[in-house]
């Protein structure tokens, strides 16, 4: 077991890092690849094989017998196809361990199983994933032994992404030309690239293995489709931040060595709100590394959990009842000289560059508010946003009391003369130390808020790629950039316009901004008296990507061509009606199967002990038995009928031709069934039982771990 004393040792020692690359390559092919990682350029072709056998060596020293390029395909998780390293055999019937330039740039996986939304015919099946030389290759260690995995884009033969990684690093690089540009407004002259930093905060749930194979609906769907909540939820708020069980820490610990041997630099750890819920926060990275990392965190994540004997849901509502599970996206731009252009400073009122960003950054939000909405969007999603416990489904902006104290003077006089302070936080504990406090408050139920030097975008879904909401970010920011550079870089007079740019950026957009309380019903109806949209469900999101305003935005940056974006609708749709179909067979099986059979039986046992106590005991009190029969009887019933509906309504919905037609069906029709189902046969589990009720409860999923 390792211990705090050789973390740095072990931290990265499966990544082929910048000290693995400089002791296996030689000098100048060091240089130059160190080159194009840093400055974001293409791999030379020419060093491509010296890079490749380095690689190999280093790989095979440590075990290595196979490589795969790993991707992101449009599947919302990985993929990967592993080759080894041998070659033909020679004369002597040996094998050497080969590993080229080519094929450490470039892979041929069949494209034609892979989403791709119309795109790509069944019968047009090449593929190529090209090697992102910016995120390093690394080894993964199971059961197949040792792989080096190398991260990689994956695109059709005619160019098309057929990925989340293609798009991600086309808006990173929109983003780094218009933000240089800004730079060079203020006289900056020596950055020479400007990245998003950001860090991915992972919400998980944590049960046990024997246990959640006894749940149908958690094996199939990866969320409980029924389910009563036990007397204890979380009422009590003692599992937020509570101590960590033993075998929880275990997993916790085994987690954080893996991770660090990849080179994720996974920081806090901590309890969540709910029961049997946990989080892992690590620290900021450039965006796609952040991308490749957190995709990595949630492979491990599940790996080591089964090594425990759990297992890791990563549903954003794997339970009624309880809180739900996010991702919390914190972004902000980085030069590569260390300016971070999010960091307001001691006096943001004086801070006109800071001010022109954070202008830019409120126009992009409420141009682009569908979008952002839209880059959050998943099946899981639809049960979490605005549900009390997570942001609403309505785009908001919070800056603080501070900021906006400065956006208010502006507006109101076109000068701002002062910024609020923090004062000191007194404890009135003689032993304890009076400290600065930050000038502004918190607000969780903010769905993008300034935490001070970052935008943390809290509406992604804990199962989700953290790739679809930078892609927006990173593109509709450049946008408001490259608005901005274009009229500055004209102006005769820089300060006066940049002046007049703030003030009227601030004034145009104030109506993003709300500090209050994104829980409350009065926020739904003020957001729709400042028209900002209030997007309920993934099926009224996703039009979003569809619109003259989306493309025009996307392809004048290169991140999204037309058809690549009525590709990622059409394959959207599809994938929440099926997700939907998918929930709705599992449910009718459950019910039709176990539930109701169940029910059937104790309604016999019941009806035959009134009966019984009847021919016994004439006089004897039977009304207990009676309620309880005619009760049970009742939910029953209602059951049964349910159960029906939800069949009609499944069966019409899978018929209907069109992706969107269908997923619309899904959520206008099914959805409603699907609830209607739930509701007697969880009021039937507090009722039957417990030796008869043929599905293990939420108490011994969430509280015996």
């Not at 769907?221 to 033993?246: S, V, W």
């Not at 682009?368 to 785009?395: K, T």
């Not at 145009?508 to 109806?525: C, K, Q, T, V």
Request: with cysteine.
């Amino acid at each position: 077991m390792s211990t705090g004393k050789n973390i740095p040792e072990l931290f990265g020692n499966n990544v082929f890092n910048d000290a693995a690359m400089r002791d296996h390559l030689p000098k100048r092919v060091y240089e130059e690849l160190r080159e194009s990682i840093d400055a974001g350029k293409e791999l030379d072709p020419k060093i491509a094989d010296s890079v490749a056998h380095g690689m190999k060596e280093w790989a095979i020293e440590r075990g290595a017998t196979h490589y795969t390029h790993w991707f992101q395909p449009l599947t919302g998780v990985t993929a990967e196809k592993h080759d080894s390293f041998i070659s033909a055999p020679g004369e002597n019937g040996k094998v050497l361990m080969e590993f080229s330039g080519k094929e450490l740039v470039m892979g041929e996986p069949d494209a034609s199983s892979f989403p791709s939304g119309g795109l790509r015919a069944t019968f047009e099946a090449r593929g190529y994933t090209a090697w992102d030389c910016t995120s390093p290759a690394f080894l993964r260690e199971d059961a197949l032994g040792v792989t080096l995995c190398i991260p990689t884009a994956f695109c059709s033969y005619r160019g098309e992404a057929l990925d989340k990684k293609t798009p991600l690093l086309r808006s990173m690089q929109a983003l780094d030309k218009q933000a240089l540009r800004i730079l060079r407004l203020f006289g900056n002259t020596t950055s020479r690239r400007v990245v998003p930093s950001v860090g991915a905060e992972q919400e998980y749930f944590i049960v046990d293995r024997e246990k959640y194979l006894q749940r149908d609906d958690l094996i199939y769907t990866g969320r409980t489709l029924f389910g009563a909540m036990p007397p204890k939820g979380q009422e009590l708020d003692d599992h937020y931040f509570g101590t960590i069980r033993e075998r929880i820490g275990s997993f916790m610990h085994d987690l954080d060595h893996e991770l660090w041997k990849l080179g994720v630099p996974a920081k806090t750890e901590h309890n969540e709100a709910a029961p049997g819920q946990h989080e892992l926060a690590p620290i900021y990275e450039q965006c796609n590394v952040a991308a490749d990392h957190n995709q990595i965190t949630m492979e491990v994540m599940k790996r080591i959990a089964e090594e425990h004997g759990l297992v890791c849901l990563l549903h954003e509502k794997p339970f009624a009842g309880v809180n739900g599970s996010g991702k919390h996206d914190n972004w902000s731009l980085t030069s590569d000289d260390g300016i971070n252009m999010l960091n307001p400073g001691d006096t943001p009122h004086e801070n006109i560059q800071f001010l022109l960003v954070l202008g830019c950054i409120m126009k992009a939000v409420d141009r682009h508010a569908d979008l952002l909405r839209m880059s959050a969007a998943n099946v899981g999603n639809d049960h979490r946003l605005g549900a009390n416990e997570a942001p609403p489904a309505i785009i908001s902006i919070f800056v603080g009391e501070q900021l906006e104290d400065v956006i208010d003077q502006l507006c109101a006089t076109g000068t701002a003369t002062h910024s609020k302070h923090g004062d000191k936080l007194r404890t009135g504990v003689a032993t304890l130390p009076d400290f600065d406090k930050d000038a502004t408050d918190r607000n969780r139920t903010s769905p993008f808020a300034f935490t001070g030097n970052k935008f943390e975008f809290r509406m992604v879904g804990s199962s989700d790629s953290i790739a679809s909401p930078n892609i927006v970010l990173n593109t509709i920011v450049a946008e408001a950039f490259r608005e901005a550079a274009d009229e500055l870089e004209q102006a005769e007079n820089f300060d006066a316009a940049v002046h007049d740019m703030i003030k009227g950026l601030l004034r145009e957009h104030r109506r993003i901004i709300f500090n209050g309380d994104g829980y409350s019903e009065a926020w739904a109806a003020e957001a729709r008296r400042r028209g900002l949209p209030c997007i309920s469900s993934m099926v009224e999101a996703i039009p979003a990507m569809g619109t003259e305003k989306a493309v025009k935005l996307f392809e004048s940056f290169g991140v999204y061509t037309r058809a690549e974006l009525v590709s990622r609708m059409e394959i959207d749709f599809e994938a929440y009606a099926k997700a939907i179909n998918i929930e709705a067979r599992t449910m009718i099986e459950m019910a039709s199967r176990r539930y109701i059979p169940a029910v059937v039986s104790y309604v016999g046992q019941v009806a035959a002990s009134l009966a019984a106590v009847k021919a016994a005991c004439p006089e004897a009190g039977t009304e207990a038995q009676r309620e309880l029969l005619l009760e049970l009887s009742r939910l029953l019933t209602e059951a049964q009928r349910a159960l029906n509906a939800l069949k009609r309504a499944n069966e019409e919905a899978a018929a209907v031709k069109t992706a969107r037609q269908r997923a619309e069906n899904y959520r206008e029709n099914v959805v409603p069934a699907m609830a209607a189902l739930r509701a007697p046969i969880d009021a039937l589990e507090t009722m039957v039982d417990v030796k008869i009720w043929p599905i293990i409860c939420y108490g011994d999923l969430l509280f015996e771990v």
